[in-house]
């Protein structure tokens, strides 16, 4: 395992001389408004070695999952280690093993990982999510798929594997939570809204059953632009409910302030 006190001196923000439109950091030069990292309240997560980069969707599903009594948690397609270190300040039981088939992601999440408070309770593994075995099963499953299913390529690999579907096809990400989800388990993911039928729909021909359902609109009037689903094994009603973000430009609202007030700095 690396030195965690080596990653420390490599990682410090300490290191870092910010500028206005750059930042000097461990010897290399990061232009433009790309930073290397993105800091919470109780962790930091570095994401220059990652194609897809701390965001929005992310952040929603790792506070919206319920984990309260999670207690082996598997995050599929980690990228950074976000959603298994969100679940990781939420749950101090859970233990959380998060898979990722790209090996800098992968390398990413481990170093944040060791920089975190919880390092002893969550195991970053590179492997391919459609062909993953277990020992055991999983009471919660988590995933921020790729969905960028009619978007064309460019020209990193990297990129294009973490943004587009046929990486992951939404039916073997389904078989696999099938296959590693425990009968009470819960698995959550986000995904944009207008492919939620087709998420929901196959589903329920392996077995699972969605019982919650938040549709969130960036911004008050605006149409939903992504689903946030929760599928069980076990029939239930639905939970239906929605969730806006703004009320306008960086003026957000108070059930999004509420929903990430832990994670968020500025919450």
Known sequence: MPN???LLANYSVLLGIIKDKYIILNGKIYCGMSNPYFSFK???VYHDLCAMKVGTDGVLLGAWANVAD?????DIGTGTGLLALMVAQRNEKANITAIDVDKQAVKQAKNNV????????IEVVQADATIFESPVLYDTILS???YFVDS???????RNTSRHS???PAWKLIDKVAELLTLEGSFSMIIPFEQTDDFVDYAKLVGLHLSRH?????????????????????????KMDELTIELSRHVYTEEYIHLTKDFYLKM
Not at 70 to 74: C, H, T
Not at 114 to 121: A, D, E, F, K, T
Not at 152 to 158: F, R
């Open 42 to 44: 109780k962790f930091t």
């Open 70 to 74: 999670s207690r082996k948690v598997l």
């Open 152 to 158: 064309l390529k460019g020209s990193d690999e990297q």
């Open 144 to 146: 921020n798929p790729p």
């Open 114 to 121: 060791i920089l975190s408070p919880w390092n002893n309770r």
């Open 4 to 6: 965690k006190n080596k």
């Open 166 to 168: 046929d990486a992951l």
């Open 214 to 238: 938040t549709r969130v609109s960036t911004r008050i009037g605006l149409p939903p632009k992504r689903s946030l689903l929760e599928f069980k094994k076990t029939f239930s009603e639905v």
